[in-house]
């Protein structure tokens, strides 16, 4: 059984920092990319960042470059998103997948609340 489950949300100021965490378990993590979605209300969910098998590619969709930071540790089946100098316009639920068939087939995780708030 495929499975994410993140962790990491929270309120902060704008300006301010989270670190996301997403667990992955039920396949081989390491064979596969990885991406961070988010969804806020009322908006269709989008991609904010992918990164590789191996870490040796990343991406960020345009309105996060520069401030967020994508990583991953295949021995510990999980992927981080380092999120640097928030604003209010980063608010919503956080989720992880995993990139291909298996990872659109598989059900959403609980996802993580980020408000950007002062």
């Known amino acids: 059984q495929v499975t994410f489950v993140e962790s990491g949300g929270g309120l902060v100021q704008p300006g301010e920092s989270l670190t996301l965490s997403c667990t992955a378990s039920?396949?081989?993590?390491?064979?596969?990319?990885m991406r961070w979605f988010r969804q806020a209300p009322g908006k269709e969910r989008e991609i904010v960042a992918w990164i590789n098998s191996t870490s040796s590619g990343t991406s960020y969709l345009d309105s996060v470059k520069g401030r967020f930071s994508i990583s991953r540790d295949n021995a510990k089946n999980m992927v981080f998103l380092q999120m640097n100098n928030l604003k209010p316009e980063d608010t919503a639920m956080y989720y992880c997948?995993?990139?291909?068939?298996?990872?659109?087939?598989?059900?959403w995780g609980p996802g993580t609340q980020v408000i950007v708030s002062s």
């Open positions: 039920g396949f081989t993590f390491g064979h596969y990319g």
């Open positions: 997948k995993a990139v291909g068939g298996m990872g659109n087939s598989a059900p």
